[in-house]
């Protein structure tokens, strides 16, 4: 990659909760100019996957190599407030619980300090065939330290 080329915004960790900055766009609104509530869940996704990447996560080798991955199970969200065409939003996300096959996780999309959006995603880990298996040991203590820096 060339020194000046752009790089996707990032987030990143604060503690143990990763914050990832995003503005709403036209497409994301609907004809009020008011972010439409599936969109919710894809700011939640990239924001999700972006943590993961920061953790150390590749998600990515390991669905090349066969390793399995994350599927959302379950999704819990309360809308709170409208976002508008033009804010400026950041997903807080969180990991609340680590079982064996999966993760309890918390995301919230807030305006400045108006939460918009509180979700509890459920993310399993899955085989490519779609049965659910343990994750590799060393994500699991990656999740972990996450929770420990959430304590402190």
């Known amino acids: 990659m060339a020194e000046d080329a752009v790089k996707p915004a ?3 960790m604060r503690g143990g909760t990763h914050l990832f900055p ?5 497409e994301d609104t609907d004809v009020a100019g008011i972010v ?3 969109n919710y869940l894809r700011f939640m996704e990239r924001a999700r996957s972006d943590m993961l990447r920061l953790a150390g996560i590749d998600q ?3 669905l090349e190599g066969g390793t399995g991955v994350y599927a959302v ?3 819990s969200i309360r809308y709170k407030a409208p976002g508008k065409l033009g804010d400026d939003l ?3 996300t969180r990991i609340e619980a680590v079982r064996a096959a999966s993760v309890l996780i918390q995301q919230r999309v ?3 300090d108006e939460l918009l959006a509180d979700a509890r995603v459920t993310a399993a880990f899955i085989t ?3 049965r659910p298996q343990r994750q590799p040991r060393d994500w699991l203590e990656r999740f972990e330290r996450l929770m420990e820096d959430k304590a402190q």
Do not use: N, P, S, T
Not at 22 to 26: A, D, G, N, T
């Open 36 to 38: 439409y509530y599936a």
């Open 90 to 92: 950041v997903v807080a």
């Open 73 to 75: 199970a379950e999704v």
């Open 60 to 62: 990515r080798a390991a």
């Open 128 to 130: 490519l065939e779609g």
């Open 10 to 12: 990032d987030g990143v």
């Open 22 to 26: 995003l503005r709403v766009y036209f």
């Open 110 to 112: 807030m305006r400045g």
